[in-house]
């Protein structure tokens, strides 16, 4: 099979490090990648983003599936456009499906029709009724702007007054924006990433992100500055309720609405100190940086999962193999992220890192015209080792990271610190 992976992550360099795993993969290209999946063997990086490029790309590598990472593409209609154009099985929903992510009003609604638990909210199209809705409600409370913003479109609002600002930089920057504003959920998060063909949904292992830039789950949030998995958090109970509560509804909802979706859906759960869930969000696509975490436990093909989605056939599948470990993804960022950072610092350290067990994913690099490798965005490394157990996972992806090295740099030492404090 030959695969091209869109985007430039560390999660793309993951799924096309996974997918290299096996040996019915004879290639994979990447467009447009980065400074990782360009070093990979058996991979390829094309310097391509616009939608008629990525077609020829299709036709012109004789490519049999087409993985979409970003949400960015597919809520602009990818997998609309490579349908219309080409043959190609396609791994991602199309431009209504990916609504799901793209539009926190319509992902809303849709979890209301389909009885989801999920927090209560209200959708505002003018400054005046958010404001008198937060008043009503009072604080904390949950404003959130209705489209991609990267993880930067929520405020957590913890006085009356940090809501009604939230609300009026979203209608200044946009006075036609769309606003949800939500109750304030309190409990531990865990991500679902679930894989589906319209017919069938099936679960990976539960993960848990860490989205705050400080450690303690502190300041500003970001894409997320590490994962672990499997959550232990979600056990067999919890597991049974996600599936009935949330995955088969969502996925009933959408064939409801005709919406053909083969592709990811990744639910964002808080579970409250009662153990009660609700969704917080849906995403369209994989984690990241979750997915660094998942696919080094999983042990089925990821091609043969992919394809499946594809032609719709998950169902003959037998049940997904994991492996025992567990696995802890540290996010290495260039220092100001997720504010202002400065780019272009030499990177070294990664095969004295990679020596000691561990794999480092790309995320923000890039190859210079000289051969150097250097830092090229704000999340720039993702350090992942698996171990017999946690704290095992954890020593060794630590012991990594301290071999790696750029100006400035700047990670998280408590990546899955919640699991210590716990037991
Ligand atoms: P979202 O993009 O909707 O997942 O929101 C980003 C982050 O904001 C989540 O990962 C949570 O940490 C936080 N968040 C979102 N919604 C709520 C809520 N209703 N209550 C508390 N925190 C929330
Ligand atoms: N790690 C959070 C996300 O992928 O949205």
């Keep these: 099979m030959k695969i091209l992976v869109i985007g430039s992550g560390g999660r793309e360099h993951a799924l096309s490090w996974k997918l290299l795993k096996s040996e019915q993969v004879e290639q994979v290209f990447v467009a447009p990648g980065n400074g990782g999946t360009a070093k990979l063997a058996k991979c390829q990086n094309l310097p391509l983003t616009e939608f008629p490029d990525l077609a020829q790309a299709v036709t012109n590598y004789d490519i049999d599936l087409v993985v979409v990472g970003p949400e960015l593409p597919l809520s602009l209609g990818i997998t609309d456009y490579l349908q219309k ?16 992510e793209a539009s926190k009003s319509w992902s809303k609604a849709l979890m209301q029709s389909a009885g989801i638990p999920t927090a209560r909210g209200a959708t505002f199209t003018n400054s005046r009724d958010a404001k008198s809705y937060i008043q009503a409600q009072g604080a904390p409370i949950v404003v959130k702007a209705d489209g991609l913003a990267a993880g930067k479109g929520v405020t957590v609002a913890m006085t009356i007054a940090d809501a009604m600002e939230a609300v009026d930089t979203l209608f200044e920057t946009n006075p036609k924006s769309l ?19 319209g017919q069938t949904i099936r ?11 400080g450690e303690k789950d502190t300041g500003s949030n970001t894409g997320g500055m590490g994962a672990y998995a499997p959550a232990p958090l979600v056990d067999a109970e919890l597991s049974k309720q996600i599936q009935q509560q949330v995955l088969n509804p969502v996925l009933k909802e959408l064939q409801k609405r005709n919406i053909d979706y083969r592709g990811v859906i990744y639910a964002g759960l808080m579970i409250t100190p009662q153990k009660q869930l609700k969704v917080l969000e849906f995403n369209s696509r994989f984690g990241d940086p979750e997915t660094q975490a998942i696919l080094p436990l999983l042990e089925t093909p990821l091609e043969e999962l992919l394809l499946a989605c594809a032609n719709q056939t998950l169902a003959e599948l037998p049940p997904l193999s994991w492996s025992n470990k567990t696995a802890v993804c540290v996010v ?10 400065v780019q272009g610092k030499i990177i070294t350290g990664i095969e004295t890192a990679e020596a000691q ?30 171990g017999e157990n946690f704290s095992q996972a954890r020593e060794r992806v630590y012991q990594g990271v301290a071999c790696l090295d750029f100006e400035d740099k700047y990670y998280r030492r408590d990546i899955g610190y919640r699991l210590t404090q716990n037991s």
């Design 179 to 197: 606003v949800v504003i939500e109750e304030y959920l309190e409990g531990e998060e865990v991500s679902i990433l679930a894989l589906t063909d």
């Design 203 to 213: 679960s990976l292992v539960p993960a848990q992100d860490h989205k705050r830039i």
């Design 85 to 100: 154009h080409t043959q190609v099985k396609i791994f991602g929903p199309t431009r209504q499906g990916a609504q799901l």
């Design 357 to 386: 067990g561990v794999t480092v994913f790309h995320a923000g690099t890039k190859i210079t015209p000289e051969g150097e490798l250097v830092t090229a965005g704000g999340r720039v490394l993702n350090v992942v080792a698996t």
């Design 332 to 341: 290495i960022a260039s220092g100001g992220y997720p504010g202002q950072y």
